[in-house]
């Protein structure tokens, strides 16, 4: 069975742009989460997505935003680009019982 | 609130000798832990998984974790370390309510010395 899918897997982009980011998770998964890992440190929760509601939202801006759709693929949009958004940003999906299966992610740099 | 401490950033062992990452919990309800290990450039692999069960948990790849609620600990263990275990460990901790939100810790980042 294939994993957590993620496109791309290297982004650049400048400041004050908007970057849109992809996640397909593991097949019969519906619950779809986003994190942020800057070098050198643990990810931090952004969002959790299941069967298309928002069940968690964590300490990020307004300009990210994100949305599931009914394949229970997921999108996280980044809007107004800062070079702090810098960093890897891991997607993990979810049977639905404790424990979270994670993508390769996409290494974001904001020149 | 929940979150982690990683006691070590850094731990270096021999290949063949036991590995210890220590890992201190704190949370307002019972958690669920777990720890998992980012090789370099590479995605998060899930080790081993604490959810209210057995305090003994067993993982993949030969790593163990026991889950101490008088100490608040959760601390991973292995017998013998192998030149492929080098990598960086995360303790993470969630607690369900409607989400399944991680808190990861900082990370500790295992030398394995040849």
């Known amino acids: 069975d294939a994993g957590v899918t993620q496109s791309p897997t290297h982004l650049i982009k400048t400041r004050g742009q908007q970057v849109t980011l992809r996640c397909s998770p593991i097949s019969g998964h519906k619950s779809v989460s986003w994190y942020q890992q800057v070098l050198g440190q643990g990810p931090q929760f952004i969002f959790q997505?299941?069967?298309?509601?928002?069940?968690g939202r964590g300490n990020f801006p307004d300009r990210f935003s994100a949305r599931q759709f009914p394949n229970y693929s997921s999108e996280l949009n980044v809007n107004a680009l800062l070079l702090g958004d810098s960093a890897l940003y891991l997607c993990?999906?979810?049977?639905?019982?404790?424990?979270?299966?994670f993508g390769p992610g996409t290494r974001l740099t904001v020149l | 609130a929940q979150s982690v401490t990683q006691l070590d950033s850094h731990v270096s062992v021999s290949e063949g000798t036991p590995v210890l990452l220590r890992c201190n919990y704190s949370?307002?309800?019972?958690?669920?832990l777990f720890w998992y290990v980012q090789h370099p450039n590479k995605g998060l692999q899930l080790l081993l998984k604490?959810?209210?069960?057995?305090?003994l948990v067993k993982g993949i790849n030969g790593f163990e974790a026991e889950f101490k609620k008088s100490e608040t600990s959760f601390h991973l263990t292995k017998p013998s370390a192998h030149m492929s275990d080098a990598a960086e460990y995360f303790c993470?901790?969630?607690?369900?309510?409607?989400?399944?939100?991680?808190?990861f810790g900082t990370g500790t980042r295992l030398t394995i010395i040849p």
């Open positions: 993470v901790v969630t607690i369900n309510f409607g989400n399944e939100k991680l808190t």
């Open positions: 604490y959810t209210s069960a057995a305090t």
């Open positions: 993990a999906s979810s049977p639905g019982v404790r424990g979270q299966f």
């Open positions: 949370s307002s309800y019972s958690p669920s």
């Open positions: 997505y299941y069967e298309k509601e928002e069940r």
